[in-house]
T-cell receptor
Framework: NAGVMQNPRHLVRRRGQEARLRCSPMKGHSHVYWYRQLPEEGLKFMVYLQKENIIDESGMPKERFSAEFPKEGPSILRIQQVVRGDSAAYFC?????????????FGSGTRLTVV | QQQVKQSPQSLIVQKGGISIINCAYENTAFDYFPWYQQFPGKGPALLIAIRPDVSEKKEGRFTISFNKSAKQFSLHIMDSQPGDSATYFCAASMMDSNYQLIWGAGTKLIIKP
């Protein structure tokens, strides 16, 4: 039973480029959550998605960031025109129907470095 | 109001000792308090969690103590082992938005053999 799969594990982008981070939830999980972790800090909630729906994006920066969870395929976190401050670890978690942090399983994260 | 404050930032404990990490919160609407363990290069993994209707929960060598009136909770690791060396995060969520965890800043624990 594969866990939450995130790829790539490491991503290097030059300032101004686009970053695409992918997350495949655990089998049977229909809820996906994205969190960002800056060095030496806890995780910060970004967005909560169900298939084809954004439920809560209150933690997403208003510009350059977007997320989707299509009917088929992984969830995508997209960062346009990256800046140095976007360098962080981005974690995806999934949970079964019914949602809730009680059933969270995290992926191993994507470490984005902007140069 | 939304913060969870965690201390210490780092902790060194001798093998076999007790590791204690503390967290405090302000928002009385929080009703779920998990602790996560994170190894380098990995995602956080749920270690143990508690709700405010109990004052203590124990699972093996790991115990959460919860003080509702003081709005504090702590993680105790008994007989600490080198394999426990990791970063530990406390977190909290509310029933109204139970999908969103508010995280402490983390404690880097080193167990010296």
């Amino acid at each position: 039973n594969a866990g939450v799969m995130q790829n790539p594990r490491h991503l290097v982008r030059r300032r101004g480029q686009e970053a695409r981070l992918r997350c495949s939830p655990m089998k049977g999980h229909s809820h996906v959550y994205w969190y960002r972790q800056l060095p030496e800090e806890g995780l910060k909630f970004m967005v909560y998605l169900q298939k084809e729906n954004i439920i809560d994006e209150s933690g997403m920066p208003k510009e350059r960031f977007s997320a989707e969870f299509p009917k088929e395929g992984p969830s995508i976190l997209r960062i346009q025109q990256v800046v140095r401050g976007d360098s962080a670890a981005y974690f995806c978690a999934s949970s079964p129907p019914g949602g809730g942090s009680y059933g969270y399983t995290f992926g191993s994260g994507t470490r984005l470095t902007v140069v | 109001q939304q913060q969870v404050k965690q201390s210490p930032q780092s902790l060194i404990v001798q093998k076999g000792g007790i590791s204690i990490i503390n967290c405090a919160y302000e928002n009385t609407a929080f009703d779920y308090f998990p602790w996560y363990q994170q190894f380098p290069g990995k995602g956080p993994a749920l270690l143990i969690a508690i709700r405010p209707d109990v004052s203590e929960k124990k699972e093996g060598r790991f115990t959460i103590s919860f003080n509702k009136s003081a709005k504090q909770f702590s993680l105790h690791i008994m007989d600490s082992q080198p394999g426990d060396s990791a970063t530990y995060f406390c977190a909290a969520s509310m029933m109204d938005s139970n999908y969103q965890l508010i995280w402490g800043a983390g404690t880097k624990l080193i167990i010296k053999p």
